[in-house]
């Protein structure tokens, strides 16, 4: 056999996936001694106190650890840490709130918002590239809600540096039905039959390209139907041929788990982790989350964003915040907004000046606010930055 000559599995297929073993892998317990920074473990999740650990982000060392906890919970345990209070100011997350639901009125007047994925059509309000609409609609508002050092450090926890991000509002209102179990870009958007073309080692890779997360933009009581997931999931090879077995599904039915959340609070998890949002079974919630994926400088993103736009319209935001936001706050914006990686692009034109790449947005980007640039001086180095990497 081809396995016994090469001595691995070089494909899953639908006979790779055992659901007993999957039983086994998803019944651990993560105990509080594997996550000494966590506030406490709840459903075999850790919560992280982010009004306690906050100071931890300023101080690189502490910074680092706290880094270095999220990503083993992330790859090795539960595959989902939540963060608790990431938020401090929830009058960012009221503004941003506003933001969305002018949109997704105008986008619902226009003919648009076409709703969720994985969940019945109608049920919920959705909006596709809710960063680039918040920062051309509302860029200070933009500025306040992303320069958030506690989601730049679980991003870059993952993923590290030049991260690209990606978000899309979820609305779901009373009587919402909850969507079916499955794992998430990139492979988790794949068919079984597509996704078992792809070799082993394609599969455990997947999901170091994507982290996913959710800002809570309300209470989330677990009639509300907060997010279901089904800890140490995520460390099951075969599992994006098994999301789609009607018997994995049940399984995770049975045994998945959800936390209520506060508005302000933050939840992020590997993409591979078996999940699926609750049903809203409330009268009154209408259970809003900004669904944060974001990719890895080495992968692809989902969603095609216009990140020299975003720029311009964000910089005189930045300037004028400098005052009100900390430095950390100030880079998690512009990590947020412009494209930190510096390839693709055409080295003919864009060659690597002191190093091996060339300048990215987010470098000019910094060097605008140090310099204090006009909107014009800007404007002309983000064209000239896009001139130089055409083809």
């Known amino acids: 056999m081809v396995e016994q000559e090469l001595g691995y599995i070089p494909y899953f297929d639908r006979e790779s996936c055992d659901l007993d073993e999957f039983k086994v892998l998803t019944s651990q317990q993560l105990t509080s001694e594997a996550v000494p920074l966590a506030a406490s473990v709840q459903k075999n999740i850790p919560l992280y106190d982010m009004n306690a650990l906050r100071p931890n982000l300023a101080d690189a060392e502490q910074r680092r650890a706290l880094m270095g906890e999220w990503a083993s919970v992330l790859n090795q345990s539960a595959g989902v840490i939540v963060l608790k209070h990431a938020y401090p100011d929830t009058s960012v997350i ?16 226009k003919g648009g918002g076409e709703g969720d994925h994985f969940a019945a059509s109608g049920a919920n309000d959705r909006v596709w ?4 609409k918040h920062a051309l609609q509302d860029p200070e508002g933009f500025a306040l809600y992303y320069g958030n050092a506690a989601i730049a450090t679980a991003c870059e926890a993952w993923l590290g540096p030049h991260y690209q991000m990606t978000a899309q509002v979820n609305q779901v209102r009373p009587g919402g039905k909850a969507q079916q179990a499955h794992r998430d870009y990139h492979l988790g958007f794949q068919t079984a039959d597509v996704a078992a073309k792809f070799p082993v080692h394609a599969h455990l890779v997947t999901a170091a390209l994507t982290l996913q997360g959710a800002v809570a933009h309300c209470d989330m009581s677990i009639e509300s139907g907060p997010t279901k997931l089904l800890p140490f999931s995520q460390k099951y090879g075969p599992g994006y041929l098994a999301f789609h077995d009607p018997g994995f599904a049940a399984y995770f039915d049975e045994a998945c788990v959800q936390l209520p959340l506060s508005k302000g ?13 609750g049903a809203n079974i409330t009268e009154d919630v209408h259970r809003m989350a900004n669904l944060l994926q974001v990719s890895s400088a ?25 005052g009100q936001m900390g430095a950390a706050d100030i ?6 907004c412009a494209e930190g990686y510096a390839f693709p692009t055409n080295l003919d034109t864009d060659p690597p000046i002191g190093g091996n790449a060339p300048q990215t947005q987010a470098d000019i980007l910094r060097q605008a606010l140090a310099e204090d640039w006009t909107d014009a001086t800007l404007d002309s180095a983000l064209s000239a930055l896009s001139h130089r990497q055409r083809a």
């Open 94 to 109: 009221d503004r941003a709130s506003d933001v969305f639901r002018a949109i997704i009125a105008e986008e619902k007047a």
């Open 129 to 132: 590239n809710a960063l680039q």
């Open 265 to 277: 609070d933050a939840v992020f998890f590997n993409p591979a982790l078996f999940h699926a949002a």
């Open 298 to 322: 080495f992968g692809r993103a989902m969603e095609a964003v216009d990140r020299s736009t975003m720029c311009r319209s964000l910089y005189p935001a930045l300037q004028s915040l400098r």
């Open 331 to 336: 880079q998690a914006a512009i990590a947020a």
